[in-house]
């Protein structure tokens, strides 16, 4: 069994015969049940991955198996002294390739399949106690050319039908290993998030001959209230339509289909923009908020001329010491209720005094 591929930013390092040892131990590769299971109601595919009920929970605060390697110390993921940023497959992955026979054989009805993919870690920094919002411009356009480099590669496997880039961050979303770090899944399959925006753009697209997205923007732009943040090439508002407490969307001004299209003063503008969101993010209540950031992005197989790319940011807090929770309503029925106007989230962000 060989170790899991790990790609540095910068001089490469090999892992050592004790790391190799280590994921062993550990069950890398481990042949518990992973598969897909098809929900017939929602016509969406659920991943089954009955092995990643044993993933590393808030592991001791003396170790941090992301951190780098000390010397003389138990390895960690990392086999290097210090790292730039570091990408490597997961572990305890939800998708996985080659996958794992199918467990259960499944029916007409109820339709199983391999839980085919990739599932990747990124490592933003070796600084175990920085965040993304504390990082300088420099290392977050770095983050970027390695995001553009992880879809170009893994959308160009043939499996791949779609690359997600996300980061759960804080406990408030149930992140259980607090080193700064994302997550990057290669998807055999469109998620159903992804296919309703997608039908929505085209059918827009088929009706108007205009980009939804585009419009969004220009109909952002034109209120110009719940904008909070934007540059030449990138705008980050609070949309009329926000689901979550402090939702922010983040849009290229250039109409584009995925993160690879992305030109160098693109990637140094997104760096920016990205980094006074998430600066705004932490000054909203003074602590380093927790949220959900996801890039969504066209299929990595077929033409998609009337999507655009955008990241979406999802906090959970509604004030300092109060979270949303997706009870009810959200969860039995699909329907979100908010409890602030997205005009006034927006205000609260730029820093403005809203009346309670």
Known sequence: MEPCKRKFSGKKMAATLSFTLFLKKEGLGSDSMSELRWNPQLRQWVIVAAHRQDRTYKPPKDFCPFCPTLPGAFPTEVPAEDYDIVVFENKYPSLRQPPPPVGE??????????????????????????????????????????????CQELGNKPNIRYVLVFENKGDAVGVTLHHPHGQIYGFPFIPPTIAAELDSAQEHHTSTGKCLYCQILEEETRDGRRIIAENDEFCAFVPFFARYPFEVHLYPKRHLQGLVELREEEQESLACLLKEVLVKYDGLFGFSLPYIMALHQAPSKGEYPFYHVHFEFYPLNRSADKLKYLAGVESGAGTFITDMTPEDQAAKLRGEEVDE
């Open 105 to 150: 054989e499944g029916s007409e009805l109820y339709r199983t399949a391999p839980a085919e993919g990739i599932c990747e870690v990124v490592l933003y920094s070796p600084d175990h106690h920085t965040t993304l919002a504390q990082e300088p411009v420099g290392r977050i356009k770095n983050l970027i050319s390695v995001w553009m480099d992880r």
